[in-house]
């Protein structure tokens, strides 16, 4: 192929995060299979300013648009762009691909309601409009649950977290705009004697392989469809670089479930018996359990079980189990190669089929189609 007739890409997305990584991930598997790109990277941290090559010839762009000057420069430079940020800014009208807010923040709320948690907390830069949206979406999922919740920005001091930490009532779940907050919250919570995840059950908005094990306890978070991010804001590029219109302006992607670490192991459920019920559910669904295993480890009656769990979770026994059990094959499905139907197996589900007709009543996708659209192909 003449070198000439190769387009060049740039792309402007932090590699100093995982979230970062998988996005380029995903737009290499994409020039990969239907390139070739000659692509240009620089890495960078999420707070460092993206430096624009003048010299460099430039066909097309996919970048994290998070300032008004950055979007002015880009503009400049007469060619596609793709915008994968959350941050809306008013002169940045690119097409842009994204995580669904509202997914994030569903997701956040299921996990700590299952684990009984009746009061709320939210944390992050306040000050940026699109963390502040994050915490209004936040906001108005547990206000449809009847909660509310209490905010705090992390720009405060160490003693001002804490004292905002110290006044929320116990036991809480706190969410955290990324997994640097998180950190910082454990170790303002552990260092204060605050118990976590007991008192304090932490969760990040973003799960980050490195930063989220180094925690101790290990932090949970909300995996991002970082990959597929990439694998559309790609295939968008593609598009307009050949003088056609984008498929879409805004591609709002669901987030691939919750990766349950330490900091959010907790069960704040005053009745002892829907307590033993919750964890014998939650160490046991990859098998194939119903109620009467429930009721053979857990002595109840069944009526009793089925009423006091309706009560305190707002679902059935047998939908917390299906729930558990798809959030598991979210998470196979994005990150492993394993065949459908092993992690069926693994996930505690009776039968391939059946594994299928539930994970399409809760997510509108069949298992194949989920993981086509979810993650890039390993390269």
Known sequence: MDRRSIPNVSIFVETATSWGRRVVAGILAHAKQNGPWHIHIEPKGPDEAPEIPRRRKCDGVIARVASAGFARQLKELGVPIVNVSSIRLPDADFTRVTTSGEAVCRMAADHFKIRGIPHFGYIGNLGQSYVHGQYEAFVKELASRGHT?????????PAEILKWLR?????????????????????????????VPHDVAVLGADYDELQSEASHPAQSGIRMASEQIGLIAAAELDRMMAGAEPEK???AITAGGVVAKLSSDTLAIGDPGIAA???FIQTRFREPIGVPDILDAVPMARRSLERKFRQTFGISVVDRIRQIRVNEARLLLAGTNDPVTLIAEKCGFSSYNYMGRVFHEETGMTPSTYRSQFRARRI
Do not use: F, N, Q, Y
């Open 249 to 251: 302006r805004h591609h």
């Open 149 to 157: 919740c209490r905010a705090c920005s992390h720009t405060e001091s």
């Open 167 to 195: 006044g929320l009532p116990k036991p809480a779940g706190v969410l955290c705009w990324g997994p640097r907050i998180g950190r910082l919250v454990i170790d303002i919570c552990l260092d204060a004697g605050i118990a």
């Open 277 to 279: 019920a919750m964890r």
